[in-house]
């Protein structure tokens, strides 16, 4: 059954929600009826034309999709046939990783985290959104300009989209154009109204978003990364509208498939840090590895580098068609990866609502996808692809 916007906002109002402020001008509410259609993608060749409203029905109801309205040739280049990627047996440069490890810091987590989750929101259509990736946009490029990065040819930009919110592409040069890919999003939605109430984001995917900030970071603590000796070009991406149908991953990658972009692995990290369900069961803690829709020869090495890096160890998991940034990069061609923080049926379920709160994630777990992320990056940054 379908409740009307407005029979949800006299509920609202009448209980006291969280809502923006009616001269605050922040975040608009829209109307549904007048909103422009879509065309999403359910699966392979399965495709719908919706409003917003119905999307908000599907992502309710678990149902994951792309928006391909402004991506329908995502992929259509045949990129994946020549993109065959051998990746390392197994991790190697263990005693160049050990002291950058020790350097991985939960309190910078836990810090760039409350900031994070305290804008109203991060819905990528809202004000909010434009604001929160202003404010990470200035983290990272604090981040490459403490470390000296930015004297050597290291950037951080915006990657503009129509809809307000722009993703954040941040590039370490190597001594070649292979280019490795960490990537986390950055917006946050509250699906009941989006454009009306609170979405913290903290677990989704505030925690991926500041997991492989602090990842960064430490890595640019190598000089050989930060000189740019590295064999392979590093990027880190948060992507805005993932919320939306994985709109700001399929902008980058479809830019990237047009121009001849040579990704030899991408890793997504969204959600790193809720445990709650995962020990109530009576289960160990674990990374979740995602099996379906991934590279299986990537996700073999995120396999061995958790095992020879983390202090958990891993369980394979599924997730579905197109339930992360990863499914963009994999349709683009590329390979990718996805990595969690459990096992999928002990994710976090207060996503989407006022309750993703940062009070409720484990920083101790965090640092365990830190480690993952700094550790994996820096492997494949000295690959040899040829």
Not at 68 to 91: A, E, F, Q
Not at 300 to 324: D, L, M, N, R, W
Request: net charge negative; aromatic share 10%.
């Amino acid at each position: 059954m379908k409740i009307s916007v407005l029979s949800l906002l006299s509920f609202l109002f009448g209980y006291g929600a969280a809502v923006v402020p009616s001269n605050d001008g922040q975040v608009v509410l829209g109307n549904p009826a007048l909103e422009a259609k879509a065309l999403i993608e359910l699966g392979s060749g399965e495709t719908r034309w919706v409003v917003d409203e119905d999307k908000w029905d599907l992502k309710r109801a678990g149902i994951k999709f792309m928006d391909i309205t402004h991506t329908p040739d995502l992929g259509s280049t045949g990129l994946r046939s020549r993109s065959l990627v051998t990746y390392p047996k197994k991790p190697v440069y263990n005693e160049t990783l050990a002291p950058l490890l020790m350097q991985l810091n939960k309190t910078n987590m836990r810090t760039h985290l409350e900031t994070f989750t305290s804008f109203f929101t991060r819905y990528y259509k809202s004000k909010y959104g434009q604001e929160s990736s202003a404010w990470l946009l200035n983290q990272v490029n604090h981040t490459l300009s403490h470390a000296g990065a930015l004297k050597h040819g290291a950037s951080v930009r915006h990657f503009e989209h129509p809809w307000g919110q722009s993703s954040i592409i941040a590039t370490i040069p190597g001594q070649s154009n292979n280019t490795v890919v960490i990537g986390a999003h950055q917006d946050s939605i509250n699906l009941f109204l989006p454009s009306l109430l609170r979405a913290p984001g903290a677990d989704d995917d505030g925690s991926g978003t500041v997991t492989i900030l602090e990842a960064l970071r430490v890595l640019l603590k190598s000089k050989d990364i930060v000189k740019g000796n590295a064999t392979n070009t590093i990027e880190f991406h948060w992507y805005s509208a993932e919320e939306g149908g994985l709109l700001g991953s399929q902008a980058i990658f479809s830019e990237y498939e047009k121009t001849g972009r040579n990704i030899k692995a991408m890793l997504q990290q969204d959600m790193t840090g809720y445990i709650h369900n995962t020990l109530e069961a009576g289960e160990p803690e674990s990374v979740g590895v995602i099996t379906d829709f991934v590279d299986p020869d990537l996700t073999q090495f995120i396999k061995e580098i958790i095992t020879e890096y983390c202090h958990i160890p891993f369980v394979e998991t599924k997730c579905g068609y197109a339930c992360s940034d990863h499914a963009s990069a994999s349709k683009a061609g590329y390979p990718s990866a996805f990595v969690i923080e459990s096992d999928f049926k002990y994710s976090d379920k207060k996503i989407h609502t006022t309750e993703d709160k940062l009070e409720y994630l484990s920083f101790d777990h965090m640092l365990q996808h830190a480690r993952m992320t700094l550790s994996l990056a820096y492997e494949l940054a000295m690959a040899d692809f040829s």
